[in-house]
């Protein structure tokens, strides 16, 4: 017997993934340098030399202390490292009780829904959305609810928000730096989010006759990638906030599958919380974070963010994208450009620009239709001999 939903997802894949997958083959039939891959969030920063050095002095360890299993929730001195690194940065008061060590943000994510869901809850999405985020809601048994961001900022819409929470809402999630819009939430913008659950909350519990808080899941691994926007901290404005973080962006370790899940103990709501989450990653099977990646990050959670290879590389792109007349969202963080695609149907746009071995993400699997996602995390070489190309696409709308 085989599970039918598995089987779907398996074959089905992810659109991001075919695309990536054919600039493969395209570069080995035509060669590399003419194909213009725009499609993986695969950060084209290379690690700090700080990882290097972290992963050579724990190589010189006893061989359990870096390759044991830690503990389910992390080794507690990476866990108590993160937390203090936190509050140095935010003010804060969090010890390692906060932390649960994960294997990288769709961990983070995954457990964090298991965790505050039951079957049949729904759980909002801010529309264009990260497409895996479907999968995990759907995984944990949960509804996904689709809520269209502002279409000129691409900022949450606060009152659409409000306007789809239901008795089943147990959670909205959010991610800004937005992939796949670069979009920052600013103060204000999250500001009014809150009131917007908080006045839910509120006439839920007088409904109910209990309190059943919205939890807010800020989704946060391009945190460190931004181009001087202000990110704020999202516990600092509401209780029930949990924080989805990795390092997959921040120190380009995508591939090493290390993160964390915060949740601020404040409550026993929140300590209920967390058990759940420890429950959840244990009921995945993901037993512990990668001990010498959890070591790494004890050493580098300092270490900042290379973000100059990709202001570069945003400026290279947005400046001449303008003067082709392309219009796009100005990104404050991440490093993806949101493109308007230059006919309705992305899809149909992404094929035209397939003749000219450009290959960007058509929106409709963020969950919108109409323009296109282009991942700068590029070698500049890339973005730069895709000019002409871009240039003759435009062209060929009569641009
Ligand atoms: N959330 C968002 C918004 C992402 O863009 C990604 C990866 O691109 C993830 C989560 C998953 O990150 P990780 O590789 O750390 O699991």
């Known amino acids: 017997m085989i599970n039918d939903t598995m089987y779907a997802r398996g074959a089905e894949s992810s659109v991001i993934r075919e695309i990536f997958t054919y600039a493969n083959e395209r570069k080995a039939q035509i060669g590399a340098e003419n194909v213009f891959d725009f499609s993986l969030g695969n950060p084209s920063v290379p690690a700090p030399d700080e990882v290097r050095q972290s992963i050579e002095r724990s190589l010189k ?39 649960f060590m994960t294997v990288g943000a769709a961990a983070s994510v995954s457990c964090t829904l298991g965790a505050v869901t039951c079957p049949g809850d729904e759980v909002i999405v801010i529309a264009p959305y990260f497409p895996e985020y479907r999968v995990w809601i759907e995984t944990a048994g949960a509804v996904c609810i689709e809520v269209l961001a502002d279409q000129e900022t691409f900022q949450v819409d606060p ?27 600013t103060r204000e913008n999250l500001e009014k989010l809150v009131d917007a659950l908080e006045r839910a909350n509120t006439e839920r519990e007088a409904r109910l006759g ?44 995508p591939g090493e599958r290390v993160g964390w899940v915060l949740v601020p103990q404040v409550s026993e709501g929140a300590r209920r919380v967390m058990t759940a989450v420890a429950g959840t990653a244990r009921s995945l099977g993901f037993v512990c974070a990668p001990s010498l990646f959890q070591r790494v990050v004890m050493d580098c959670v300092d270490v900042p963010s290379d973000v100059a290879a990709y202001a570069r590389n945003r400026d ?11 219009t796009y969202v100005e990104p404050g963080g991440a490093f993806y450009l949101w493109v308007r ?15 000219y071995e450009l290959l960007p993400v058509p929106s409709n ?11 700068y995390c590029v070698a500049p070489e890339v973005i730069e001999r895709s000019l002409p190309a871009w240039k003759r696409l435009a062209e060929d709308y009569g641009l």
């Open 316 to 326: 290279l792109l947005t400046q001449a994208l303008s003067q082709m007349g392309y």
């Open 341 to 355: 695609a230059l006919e309705p149907d992305a899809e149909a746009f992404c094929e035209r620009a397939r003749a």
């Open 210 to 253: 209990h309190p059943q808080p919205i939890v807010l899941i800020s989704d946060e691994p391009y945190r460190e990638i931004t181009y001087g926007a202000e990110v704020p901290w999202v516990p600092s404005l509401y209780e029930h906030t949990v924080v989805c973080y990795s390092y997959s962006k921040s120190l380009s370790l």
């Open 159 to 185: 009152e659409a928000v409000a306007a789809a929470i239901t008795d089943r809402t147990a959670a909205v999630i959010i991610d800004s730096p937005n992939n796949p819009t670069g979009a920052v939430y």
């Open 61 to 99: 360890l006893p061989p359990e202390q870096v390759h044991g299993y830690t503990p389910a929730p992390g080794a507690p001195e990476v866990r108590t490292a993160v937390a203090e690194s936190l509050n140095r940065r935010f003010g804060t008061n969090y010890t390692m009780a906060d932390v």
């Open 365 to 375: 699997s963020f969950g919108v239709e109409g323009w296109v996602r282009v991942g």
